[in-house]
């Protein structure tokens, strides 16, 4: 996942810092069900019209007939019971496990704009379908991509050393035979940006400022902004840009992204991230004299065509609204993409199928945007689904990995709401926190429908370890924890059993 726009306005106002570019760097026969459990107190069995009538052999059409009475009668509501049922059976299943395994594995990495993200729609359309969603459709958008080539670079002198690096998305180009410079060192961001306009002339500026590493995404939402930092190399007469990789691990793996595109008129000038030790190692050689670094970099940019990839879970009751979840299809280019983002598309999908089984009120959309990491997907869903915004109740993203989530937060005013109360008991036993403060940042895909009223939610996962892996070859599914992925998918099914089967509106100034 990248930074989210949201996040990096609030930290940039606090630590008067720029802002980065965050999508650069997420029934009626339920209530028959209800009131049949109710008046006839059946313990289990079947729901809506043929439970009436295999219970008290009522012709079918007077069954319907009930029904319709007794949802005028009362509101809709969800079964807390049925939803801590359907979290259990997700603790045992592993069906996400298997979508995870089957992206990495058959399609591997898929940068939008690449062929491999052909290949990734297709896989995205044939599992919807093998899975028995409907409405199974592709929504294409104009993309225009940059695309890695081939890249190297080593310490020539004083001391020779081959360095690993990754280039950064929107990077230009270094000359075909790559350019030779002596590098200025700096430990931070703040401090090349104090350094005067003449330091770097001729110069690879080096901005070697180490990552925090912490639960949530702040440590990396104060780190980011060196990625997109070339600009500030760049006026001050630096030929080339390397950041210290934005990583909390101390491995040789660097760590790609993208940086903001350039506004008019704004000089970049190549752009790397080099794997940590690396990072320090040119330091260490700076303390003891000039440190001269070969850098070469190649990438093209094409104009091509992307896609999002959708389908739903129909729910009973067409007018109750949609429920709008998902993850990225698209990822980098030198892992598989197993935790950024096949997991969230794997944990989502199956809480939408393991949901299904109840015959939810309301429809559950599962959304496979299409260019989350160079940007582009979330507000091309906001163009396409404009007019329809209005019945989007909720959305919500899962894309910070596979790893614990370890709180809920809804809108606001939600946990006030008698139908979304029994959440809080529903996550509890998964190490969950009904979060106080309402969410703000539901992912970055869903960040333009957000900005346009779309209510978010946000399950939040244990970032802990998230950023040694995030964006370099070692995001596979080794990584992936068997356990948590599963604890993920039941969090997300008992808030969606929940939502899907209410009528809570979430927007500000409703009752509901
Ligand atoms: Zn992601």
Redesign the pocket.
Same mark, same amino acid.
């Given at each position: 996942?990248?930074v989210h726009a949201a996040l990096v306005q609030r930290l940039s106002a606090a630590l008067s810092t720029s802002a980065v570019d965050n999508s650069v760097d997420r029934g009626a026969a339920r209530a028959a069900n209800r009131l049949a459990l109710h008046y006839f107190s059946a313990g289990v069995g079947g729901r809506g019209d043929s439970f009436f009538a295999r219970t008290i052999k009522l012709p079918k059409l007077l069954v319907s007939a009930a029904c319709a009475t007794f949802l005028l009668a009362a509101p809709a509501s969800a079964d807390p019971a049925t939803a801590a049922r359907l979290r259990d059976a997700a603790l045992g299943d592993d069906t996400a496990w298997s979508i995870l395994e089957s992206l990495t594995t058959e399609v591997g990495p898929r940068p939008a704009g690449s062929p491999a993200a052909a290949v990734a729609r297709d896989w995205g359309v044939a599992k919807f379908t093998a899975l028995g969603f409907t409405n199974v459709h592709v929504e294409p958008f104009a993309k225009t991509a940059w695309l890695r080539g081939a890249e190297s670079a080593e310490i020539v002198g004083p001391f020779p050393h081959r360095l690993a690096l990754l280039g950064i998305g929107n990077s230009p180009s270094t000359p075909p035979e790559g350019l030779t410079a002596e590098v200025a060192v700096f430990k931070s961001l703040a401090e090349l940006k104090a350094a005067p306009g003449n330091c770097c002339t001729g110069k690879i500026v080096l901005v070697n400022q180490p990552m925090t590493r912490t639960q949530d995404i702040w440590g990396y939402g104060l780190g980011v902004a060196a990625r997109s930092a070339a600009p500030e190399a760049a006026k001050r007469g630096a030929v080339a840009y390397l950041v210290r990789s934005i990583s909390t691990s101390t491995n040789r793996s660097p760590h790609t992204g993208a940086m903001r595109p350039p506004g008019p008129g704004v000089k970049v000038v190549p752009t790397a991230a080099l794997g940590v030790p690396d990072a320090d190692l040119i330091e260490h050689m700076s303390a003891r004299g000039p440190v001269t670094v070969h850098l070469a970099l190649q990438s093209h940019v094409v104009d091509t065509t992307a896609w999002t990839v959708s389908g739903d879970i129909a729910g009973s009751d067409p007018r109750a609204g949609v429920i709008v979840i998902g993850?990225?299809l698209d990822?980098w280019d030198p892992g598989t993409g197993a935790i *950024? *983002?096949a997991s969230?598309i794997a944990i989502t999908m199956e809480a939408a199928k393991l949901v299904a089984t109840t015959h939810p009120r309301r429809t559950i959309r599962v959304v496979m945007w299409g260019s989350?990491?160079t940007g582009g997907s979330g507000d091309a869903y906001l163009a396409a689904h404009k007019a329809e915004l209005g019945n989007i109740v909720i959305a919500g993203e899962s *894309?910070?990995g596979a790893d614990n989530i370890f709180s809920l937060q809804l809108p606001a005013g939600s946990w006030e709401k008698p139908d979304l109360k029994p959440l809080e008991s529903l996550v509890a036993p998964l190490k969950i926190m009904a979060a106080p403060a309402p969410a703000e940042d539901g992912g970055?895909d869903i960040e333009a429908i957000h900005g346009a009223g779309v209510p978010v939610l946000a399950l939040n996962q244990d970032a802990s370890r998230y950023f040694d892996y995030h964006h370099t070859a070692d995001d596979t599914l080794a990584i992936v924890d068997p356990l948590q992925l599963k604890q993920n998918v039941a969090a997300w099914t008992a808030v969606l059993e929940t939502i899907a089967n209410s009528d809570v509106t979430f927007r500000a100034g409703k009752k509901k």
């Open positions: 996942m990248t993850g990225h990822s *950024d *983002d969230g989350e990491e *894309d910070l970055s």
